[in-house]
């Protein structure tokens, strides 16, 4: 019944299934459709990050974690986890904060999956999540260290945002 709800909701809303996010995935979830909840539980979450729905964003994107962890491991389910952990990053900063164990756990666990996947385009993010975390732990050594390798990767890609945002870290490393 819930994987029939959840097929009429994306036929009778396709022009707006950004408005049902979260009810299908309950509805996929219910129905022991894993693939489907996880993908509408990662939408949902990222549509309330933007709304800075962050209790719900943790919900929606903790929930998708624990729904990949059932699905075998795969380069696909790898990649989708460290979306979702990028993701999750954010409202934890916001609710518990940038100190908090779960932001360093997050963090951590994407900077894990870089290194199975090869993924650079997250590894920036991570480490200025980390850099952040153990700047206000306070472990200035550490937050030195992460601020070191990001100017590493921002030179590296020649981007002038990543270098401007790697200086800064740097500076304020030093700087405490």
């Not at 299908?24 to 693939?35: C, D, M, V």
């Not at 480490?127 to 590493?152: I, N, S, V």
Request: overall charge negative.
């Amino acid at each position: 019944l819930h994987e029939q709800t959840a097929q009429a909701i994306e036929a009778r809303y396709h022009e707006r299934l950004d408005d049902h996010y979260s009810d299908l995935a309950h509805h996929y979830t219910r129905s022991g459709n894993t693939q489907k909840a996880v993908e509408y539980l990662s939408l949902a979450g990222q549509q309330a990050v933007q709304r800075s729905a962050n209790v719900e964003a943790i919900n929606h994107l903790t929930a998708a974690l624990e729904l990949l962890k059932t699905l075998s491991d795969t380069p696909d389910r790898v990649q989708q986890e460290l979306a979702l952990q990028l993701t999750l990053g954010v409202p934890f900063q916001i609710l518990k904060g940038h100190a908090a164990p779960e932001v360093g756990e997050t963090y951590n666990r994407v900077l894990e999956l870089c290194g199975q996947v090869g993924e650079t385009s997250h590894l920036f993010p991570a480490l200025f999540g980390l850099w952040r975390f153990y700047l206000l732990r306070p472990d200035a050594q550490k937050a030195h260290e992460l601020a070191e390798r990001m100017m590493r990767l921002a030179q590296n890609s020649h981007d002038p945002a990543l270098l401007l945002e790697a200086h800064q870290a740097l500076g304020t490393s030093l700087f405490w």
